[in-house]
């Protein structure tokens, strides 16, 4: 769609034919400066002949500003591009090869990748299973529904689909709750990208637990940022009683999910649902929220009390579904929209509903991107196994980008940050990758490049390996080094901040201190951080502690809490709490990137109204 930028930036002219630009230019500077807000709507791309490629159609709304800020400067469209210029085969090829005399690095890391990867997949094939296998018989034979992922298979587009946080729920205070109780990620939907939220009601016979409702946020944060519509696949039991302190009472607790939903459709935002199972407390103000929702016979009901609280209640005896089954909802109450008989017919219907949300599926472009030059598979000896065994990080991108190609901004200069831009998959980006300390010219470079990529409106992947906090300055010219180089982060971090492009960060190693804010860690809002295996997450790196010989006193207080950092400091640790949006194997990165920059790309597609209150049901 658009993405903040300052005024200026509408001005310049941009590559392609000028003449029907200038109107617009100054259409736009006109209508800022009579502070007259404006919706500018989707580029409409159709091509006419080779001399002009493309044709923008622009309409105008009044404004309909809601929230805290009505009025909006205009924003930047983003810009056409030329299939002759999408990947130009004239960037500089990298040098991929690894140096003899890191050999023996590169097998190490290579063993330690190896065997974090086994431990990898033995967690995911556990999370596969949701709550066992004697919860998946009684759940599909006895209660005769469907297993979560067969629900999908039939909902979503034949194709893979990118699964956000498949091992949250591990080896909590509270204990495992496999995938948190429910299954979220993007896939699509008649060719359109959507946000998934499907309820596991074989985990914890399907009530929500706190990592639950973080992982159900975290799903509508992504669905909001890259304006993506939704779909709720609802079988839940409510929320877990003895847990309701740390999921009900908070800003950020499980209310916040129904207030994202009509935040959501006030932006226009479709959101669909199907209930497809119990549906209890909470958990029915989800489908009766979204614009659309689907009840399904016999299995689906929807009630905020269910059966035995209205028998303790009033001694009353009745059934499920005379309380709030499926019929009941078609036709009395009209909370549900339209009657599935199978769960077979409710997933069609739900597909037949978004084909009429007039939401444009991005095209397909005849797109034949060179792949890198340098094996995918070799990312595994490039993972490092802590920071003293970290490779120069452009034997990393020669294996990502396109044909190994990469045109390097400022290549001299600030060399512990490697920056300049490549294609993956077609996708031109803007790419930020650690190459050891954060110093004070590196900073600047970054903050330098991470302006421009948000001037010209290019996405930004950022590539995550920062170097453990380096110890206090021991004199007055290291501490008017170290003062200089905080400037220098400063002034990055604000650039990462305040730049108004898709974003997306990889963690290829450490991730430590002030240095993992600059390079767009969490806290930095990315739109989607990833983490490889080997990753390491911590405010200071539990390796480069001293360790205590003695085990009395302060020694044995030191290396408990080594111990501590130490453990949770790992990728998997960190990915069961939700800190990142998954793991992701080395040789699989280039994939999960080309991915997300398409589905980032869909809201260019996307006509925006926005509506100052949302759909209100009957």
């Known amino acids: 769609m658009w993405s903040p930028a300052p005024l200026c930036a509408l001005g310049r002219r941009r590559p392609g034919p000028s003449a029907p630009l200038q109107p617009l230019t100054r259409l736009l500077q006109r209508e800022y400066r009579e502070k007259t807000p404006i919706i500018l709507l989707q ?3 159709r091509e006419k002949t080779p001399s002009r490629l493309f044709q923008r159609e622009y309409r105008e709304l009044p404004g309909q500003g809601w929230g805290s800020t009505p009025h909006l400067p205009p924003r930047r469209f983003v810009s056409y591009k030329p299939k002759s210029r999408r990947n130009p085969k004239t960037f500089p090829v990298l040098d991929g090869r690894v140096p003899s005399v890191y050999q023996h690095v590169f097998e190490g890391n290579l063993r330690n990748s190896e065997a974090v990867i086994k431990r990898y997949s033995e967690l995911l094939e556990r999370v596969k299973k949701g709550g066992g296998e004697n919860a998946i018989v009684r759940h599909t034979q006895r209660n005769k529904k469907l297993f979560v992922r067969e629900r999908l298979r039939l909902l979503l587009d034949p194709g893979h689909f990118l699964e956000l946080s498949p091992l949250a729920g591990l080896e909590l205070p509270y204990g495992d709750v496999p995938a948190a109780g429910c299954l979220t990620g993007i896939g699509r939907i008649c060719g359109v990208w959507c946000v998934f939220i499907a309820s596991d009601a074989t985990v914890k016979g399907g009530t929500i ?7 159900q946020l975290r799903a509508q944060e992504i669905a909001m940022e890259n304006r993506l519509l939704s779909v709720h696949l609802v079988d839940s039991g409510g929320a877990f009683l003895p847990l309701q302190s740390e999921l009900f009472p908070d800003k950020l607790h499980g209310g916040r999910v129904f207030y994202n939903e009509a935040i959501m459709s006030a932006m226009g935002l479709p959101q669909v649902a199907v209930v497809c199972g119990s549906c209890v407390a909470g958990g029915a103000y989800v489908p009766t929220m979204a614009e659309e929702s689907i009840i399904i016979d016999k299995i689906g009901t929807l009630f905020l009390a269910g059966p035995p609280l209205v028998k303790a209640a009033t001694g009353e005896d009745v059934s499920p579904e005379d309380l709030g089954g499926a019929r009941l909802h078609s036709q009395v109450s009209g909370c549900s929209d339209h009657f599935a008989a199978s769960e077979e017919e409710a997933y069609e219907c739900i597909r037949n509903v978004v084909c009429t949300l007039n939401c444009v599926p991005v095209p397909e472009e005849d797109r034949e991107p060179d792949s890198p030059l340098y094996s995918p598979e070799e990312l595994l000896g490039l993972a490092p196994l802590d920071y003293s065994c970290t490779l120069p990080v452009k034997l990393i991108l020669s294996r990502l980008v396109d044909g190994s190609r990469f045109q390097e901004f400022k290549a001299p200069y600030g060399t512990t940050l490697v920056t300049g831009f490549g294609h993956v998959e077609g996708h031109l980006v803007g790419i930020v990758a650690s190459n050891g300390e954060l110093a004070q010219d590196a900073a600047l470079k970054g903050s330098h490049f991470v302006q421009l990529c948000g001037q010209r409106g290019i996405p930004i992947l950022f590539l995550q390996n920062t170097a ?9 010219s290291q501490a008017e080094a170290h003062s200089n180089r905080l400037k220098a982060q400063a002034s990055m971090m604000a650039a990462v901040a305040c730049a108004a492009v898709p974003k997306i960060t990889i963690v290829i190693g450490g991730c430590f201190g002030s240095d ?22 911590a405010l200071v790196d ?16 030191l290396n408990q809490l080594k111990a501590k950092l130490e453990e949770e400091s790992s990728a998997f640790y960190s990915s069961s709490r939700l800190w990142d949006d998954g793991i992701i194997l080395p040789q699989d990165t280039r994939k999960v990137i080309a991915q997300c920059l398409e589905i980032m790309e869909q809201k260019k597609y996307q006509t925006v109204f926005s509506h100052p209150h949302p759909i209100i049901r009957m």
Not at 542 to 557: N, Y
């Open 468 to 476: 453990p906090q380096p110890a206090g300055p021991a004199s007055i």
């Open 516 to 537: 993992s804010y600059v390079m767009c860690g969490r806290s930095f809002s990315p739109n989607f951080l990833f983490l490889w295996p080997n990753a390491r997450v």
């Open 209 to 215: 637990y706190p990592i639950g409702v973080k992982k």
């Open 43 to 45: 580029n409409e791309y």
């Open 542 to 557: 539990s390796r480069h502690l001293p360790t205590a010989g003695d085990c009395t006193g302060e020694e044995l207080e």
